[in-house]
Each structure stands twice: as C-alpha cells, then as structure tokens.
C-alpha cells in the first residue's frame, strides 16, 4: 500500500520544499498523510474542471504545480465563488502542490523546458536559481526556431521580437519571466524564452538585440506535468498516475 505521505517525501526528494521562494506555498496542502492512495491525476493548475475529472476517475489525490491554497483562507464554505478546497476535501482527495521549488530544482520545470527545446542546461538564469541558459547543437534561424517552440510546446500563438540573430546561446524561464530578460542579455544569450512579457520588455528586448519570445504561461510550465507522472510510475507502480485529459492552454488566438 502506497500511502500520501510516501508520494509526498519522493516529490519532495525531487523538488525540495526549502527551495521555494518566500511568497509561496508549495507542500502538501489537502489530506491526511496515511491514506492509501490507488490512483493520482496529474495538472498545472487544480481546476474546477480537474477536480471534477479526478471525481469521475476516483482518484484519491491531485498533484498540480500551482498551488490551490496560495493566499489565506478566510473560510472553507460553499458562501464564495470559490469552493475547490471543499469539494476536494468532501471528496477525500488530497492535493499535493509543488511550485517554485519545482521551478528551481534539477530535472524541474525550466530543465525539462530547455530540454524540449532542444538546448543543454547549463547553468541557472537567476540569482534565485530559477530559469536556465544552454546552448543549441548549432546556431538555428529565429522563424526556424519559432516554429519548434509552437509545435513541441502546442502553443496557440507566440508574442515574439525578432532580433534578427540566429538562435544558439538560449535562455528559458516557465511561466511568468519577463522580469530575467536583463540577466538573459547580462549573461549573453541570444533568444529568451518565456510567458507572460510585458509591452515594455518586448521594447527594452528591440533596443538591447535580444530575440524575446512569450510561449504563454501554461505552455512553458505544463511540459513537466506528463514527465513527473512518468517518474512517479517508476517509483510506485501500485499505483496509476495520470495526466489530466481536460486541462490545457486557456488562451486562445483569433
């Protein structure tokens, strides 16, 4: 029998708790440490839509990246807008969120981005050890590159600022990074990858000559949902882990 508590202390082996940044709120946020755990589902984000699909499969636990519980709870009640807390607690599954310490950690969310895209990780971006910077077999055109980001990251469009440099010393931050595009430049690379840009970033990247690409929130991070569940396999095959069929990119392009 595998129990909450043993999934638990392998994510946190994975992606320690103490490399979480200060504002978040990373851990084991809903459920008892001894329950059997059968069946587990695998998001980005713990949605009402993900809730009910982990209802339908019976599965006694969600592992997400984006904390359900991240500002304080005034009640757990059906008397706001907002009652996942509940329904997953009526429901006896338990959520497991690992945030900033999977953005930081080896093999986490930036690794597994820089991988995709078929850069090695060299080093990390920022001081805080978040992002990567590696380097691409060989130099490769900006529209060439563009066209890898859409298709392996199945985003529905990109914001970008061509530079008009080839691609090969790559930057990369999941979800919302605009703020690393100067230590991108700083440390010398030539095309940053991230989401979640600002209007002014994308000007400050026309001025400094560095390619700027925003490959969406959702897109940039979710890469690591479907390889934690192949690790969890491994590691408990009594039980079935699953990544969620509903839950996807929410922007949409016209």
Do not use: W
Request: net charge negative; glycine share 8%; proline share 4%.
């Amino acid at each position: 029998m595998t129990t909450l508590e043993q999934i638990f202390a392998f994510l946190c082996d994975l992606a320690p708790l103490e490399l979480q940044m200060d504002f978040d709120n990373s851990g084991l946020l809903i459920g008892r440490r001894g329950a059997s755990i059968t069946k587990a589902l695998l998001a980005l984000d713990i949605t009402d839509e993900v809730i009910g699909e982990a209802i339908e499969e019976c599965a006694q636990l969600i592992i997400s990246h984006h904390p359900i519980i991240f500002h304080k709870l005034g009640s757990v009640s059906d008397m706001n807008n907002d009652d996942r807390v509940l329904r997953m607690a009526e429901n006896g599954i338990a959520a497991i969120c690992m945030h900033t310490n999977l953005d930081i950690s080896s093999g986490g969310v930036n690794d597994v981005l820089i991988d995709i895209l078929g850069a090695s990780s060299e080093t990390p971006l920022d001081a805080d050890g978040c992002g990567r910077i590696g380097t691409l077999p060989e130099p490769m055109p900006m529209i060439s590159f563009l066209q890898r980001c859409k298709s392996v990251l199945k985003v529905n469009g990109l914001r970008y600022v061509d530079a008009g440099k080839e691609v090969y010393r790559l930057a990369v931050m999941g979800g919302a990074g605009g703020d690393a595009l100067y230590a991108a430049v700083e440390k010398g690379c030539d095309t940053y990858v991230t989401a979640d840009v600002k209007y002014h970033q994308f000007l400050d990247a026309a001025r400094m000559g560095i390619n700027l690409i925003d490959a969406d929130h959702f897109c940039t991070e979710n890469p690591v949902i479907p390889v934690l569940a192949e690790k969890l396999g491994r590691a408990f095959p009594d039980v079935s882990f699953s990544v969620s069929s509903r839950h996807h990119a929410l922007i949409s392009f016209i």
